[in-house]
């Protein structure tokens, strides 16, 4: 199977993500994506966000009433410290432990860390070795990635 080179700058346009309690999931994105430099953008009807996540709390009119169910996310980071410090924020700001930070046991260069947001979501923060992000960058195919990425499995 040939690898797929994207032909748009990047797929996805944005995430939504629906919350039981927007004030604890503000407090917990804005502390974990701040150790990360990514202030949030801003804030209305009953949502915020920062980048491409929007967060909106089941009343928001856009959010219709219904939580999205648990996601996964994975935040880039520059270096292992910062995973390690994203990791402990997220802790002290209303987040689950779902895997200390360390290296991924088939793949030397993913150093990762998993916790779970106050509504249940996966958050992973990684950062990836030269080598792996070399491999990525040439645009790896998806059959290529399997081997290479996997969240642990909830407690």
Not at 19 to 26: L, N
Not at 29 to 43: C, D, N
Not at 125 to 139: D, I, K
């Amino acid at each position: 199977m040939a690898t797929s080179i994207p032909s748009r700058s990047r797929l996805i346009d944005h995430i939504m993500l629906v919350v039981h309690d927007p004030v604890a999931s503000r407090n917990f994105y804005e502390a974990v994506l701040g150790v990360l430099g990514v202030p949030l953008g801003g804030e209305g009807d009953d949502c915020f966000w920062a980048e491409e996540l929007f967060v909106c709390g089941t009343e928001s009119s856009v959010a219709q009433g219904y939580p999205g169910g648990c996601q996964h996310l994975a935040f880039h980071a520059d270096n292992r410290e910062l995973v390690d410090i994203v990791h402990a924020v997220a802790l002290m700001h209303g987040g689950r432990d779902n895997g200390a930070p360390g290296e991924h046991p088939r793949h030397a260069e993913h150093y990762a860390a998993f916790v779970l947001d106050p509504d249940g979501n996966h958050i992973e923060v990684v950062c990836h070795g030269p080598n792996l992000r070399r491999l990525l960058a040439s645009g790896i195919g998806v059959c290529d990635m399997r081997g290479l990425h996997s969240m642990p499995t909830r407690a």
